[in-house]
């Protein structure tokens, strides 16, 4: 029975500050680092591995990735790192103060942009320095598929293409499979395995460094998960 990990980076300087992060590739905090040296920790007391490692392109999911082989002696482990792993883009809200959004825009707003499934941000121009087309890491990439602001259901559509063509197909090899990802793309995944419903998915947070664990059937249904950190656990739907 194949297992699923899945990781969302450590605390990132961003998420200390309070920012809208998205597709800004910020760092990981001191305390980030040790959270994901912690995620390497409790999946190898616990007994687990894995086969293959997915990431996204920005480096707090890439380096909590490496925090975790590093910790777990894994180096010799095939690594994928793809842009649909990415963080939802959070549009011209990137960068701003989530705390002073909210009291410029309104609490239900704000709420509205963070939680809800199809609310988008307020999108980047097109010509904006920021939007990822002038990003070089981007550039092979067909400039149409190349988000200037995302609602959860757009990070979803763009996440389930590479789910079901790259990372499936080691699931159903039997292989255990980690993806070490952010806040909302796993959210979106989560939407996925479990068919959480548009109205549910406001309401499932998913914590830092702390490996959620996913036991799945031959055909990939879900059997049973946790998370191996309880006492950071958040409710899952
Ligand atoms: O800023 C972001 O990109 C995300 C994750 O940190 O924030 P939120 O939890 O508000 O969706």
Redesign the pocket.
Known sequence: MPRLLLVRHGQ?Q??LEN????WTDVDLSPLGEDEARQAGRLLQTGGYSFDVAFTSVLKRAVRTLWLIMERMDLYWVEQHAHWRLN??H?GAL?GLN?QETTQRHGAEQVRLW??SFDAPPPSLDGLDPRHPRFDRRYRGVETALLPGGESLKDTLGRVLPYWTRAIEPRLRMGQDVVVAA???SLRALVKHLDHVSDADIVNL?IPTGNPLVYRLAADLSVLDRAYLDQDRAQALP
Do not use: P
């Open positions: 990132s961003w998420n920012r809208f992060t998205g963080e939802r959070y990137q989530k963070r939680r952010h806040g909302n947070e």
